[in-house]
């Protein structure tokens, strides 16, 4: 098998590329292949599948979680290639699932890493690996945009600062969320809702703590409008991922499991797409169940409450995409 390394030389605060040749070095199974731009990841890694569909690879999106959902992107609908992670971008939030970067930074247990189905998330047709979320996290994800380069405000402390901007911004949002045929919101409005296939946004935030990336299922958790104070008295329980079990949050959440949302939003809605902003005033969130198969090194360490990807039912066929 064949290893591809995509590696997006904007992510991170340095240029990781020299530094990955050094670990590649000497090993003739492995490539590298250097971005040129934004969806370059996912058009080469199309071509090069249907050029070469009986040779066997595996692509790793080396980067943060925009690269990561390329190379997703790219691998779908491909029987002969799969995917995995060296993370080195300054977002990594979908790895935190397996026990965060440590367990994929060490080349050999990665190259040997056997692989598993993962859901992946649809809209339209392009696909999302870790979460789609707006309201309150589409304010902060536009600032995380504008700073994450920046020095103290960019870079790990970008989602707080997004949060701060967001505060006075995106209190209370206009947003209508169906999940299966149930309305979550009949009064249209929002504070946040985040549809999750992973358990963390923002670099800390354990927004999904019950979400599992292989049971066909998609995490929603819906928070409606609060005050300001009562969002400052909430949010540290809510990014440790405890507000699905502390009562004081059961009035703000609405918690679900689904398998299609239907959203429906004021012209000029912004959602975003692991971590992509797009704007769509009406759209639908489906999962796409066992859409991708994922490499995790033997010596990944679930979070609480993640279900180990083996114990997936091997009977249940992959989705045709």
Excluded at 45 to 50: F, L, W
Excluded at 116 to 137: C, K, P, Q, S
């Amino acid at each position: 098998m064949k290893h591809v390394f995509i590696i997006n030389p904007a992510a991170g605060k340095e240029d990781s590329v020299q530094a990955l040749k050094s670990l590649l070095e000497g090993r003739e199974d492995c490539e590298i292949y250097a971005t040129e731009g934004p969806c370059d990841a996912t058009e080469y890694i199309r071509r090069r599948c249907s050029e070469h569909p009986s040779e066997r690879v595996r692509f790793y999106a080396c980067g943060g979680d925009g690269t990561l959902n390329e190379v997703a992107n790219g691998v779908v609908g491909f029987e002969n290639a799969s995917m995995g992670c060296y993370p080195c971008g300054s977002g990594n939030d979908f790895v935190k699932y397996f026990g965060g970067k440590k367990v994929f930074r060490n080349i050999d247990a990665l190259l040997e890493a056997p692989e598993e189905y993962i859901d992946l998330m649809r809209v339209g047709d392009r696909y999302a690996i870790n979460a789609t979320h707006f309201g309150f996290d589409s304010a902060v994800a536009t600032t995380m945009r504008d700073v994450r380069r920046k020095k103290i405000i960019g870079g790990s402390n970008a989602y707080t600062t997004g949060v701060v901007v967001a505060l006075f911004k995106a209190m209370k949002n206009k947003c209508s969320v169906t999940a299966d045929g149930e309305l979550l919101n009949p009064d249209g409005e929002l504070l946040l809702c985040t549809i999750a296939n992973g358990q963390y946004v923002g670099g800390s935030f354990r927004c999904a703590p019950r979400s599992l990336c292989n049971d066909g299922l998609l995490e929603v958790c819906l928070v409606r409008p609060v005050s300001r104070v009562t969002f400052m008295k909430l949010i540290k329980s809510y990014g440790a991922g405890l507000h699905l079990e502390d009562k004081k949050f059961e009035k703000y959440i609405v918690y679900r499991r689904a398998k299609s949302l239907e959203i429906e939003a004021p012209e000029g809605f912004i959602y975003s797409f692991d971590g992509e902003l797009i704007e769509n005033d009406h759209f639908t969130v489906e999962v796409a169940p066992r859409a991708v198969r994922f490499a995790v090194p033997k010596n990944a360490v679930f979070l609480p409450g993640a279900l180990h990807i083996s114990s997936y039912e091997k009977e249940t066929e992959p989705a045709t995409l």
